[in-house]
């Protein structure tokens, strides 16, 4: 199984960017992905999560301007980001839980990581 993210690029400040992460491979259930951030220099932090059904969390910092989708048939999550602010610059990473068949255990993937710079 594998993570691919795309879509981080460079915004000013007030922007907005999608991001998008596709699992491949081969997949039997993805019960939950998530978006995380690392920031040059800090740790990294859960910015969103959602389920197969849909339920989402967000950061409480993040609450209102961002939004976490998915195209379950496509194994895809989504991270709409809009009113961008610098702190906002990070490496953004995709993660999911994975079952490859329904005799496997969940197993923990990431992605590659895709930057995202918010600045004038």
């Known amino acids: 199984v594998q993570l691919q993210a795309s879509g981080g690029g460079l915004v000013q400040p007030g922007g907005s960017l999608r991001l998008s992460c596709a699992a491949s491979g081969t997949i039997f259930s993805i019960p939950s992905m998530r978006w995380y951030r690392q920031a040059p220099g800090k740790t990294r932090e859960l910015v969103a999560s959602i389920t197969s059904g849909g339920t989402t969390t967000y950061a409480d910092s993040l609450k209102g301007r961002f939004t976490i989708s998915r195209d379950n048939a496509n194994h895809t999550v989504y991270l709409q980001m809009s009113s961008l602010k610098p702190e906002d610059t990070a490496v953004y990473y995709c993660?999911?839980?994975?079952?490859?068949?329904?005799?496997?255990?969940?197993?923990?993937?990431w992605g590659q990581g895709t930057q995202v710079t918010v600045s004038s």
């Open positions: 993660n999911a839980d994975v079952q490859s068949l329904r005799t496997k255990p969940l197993l923990y993937y």
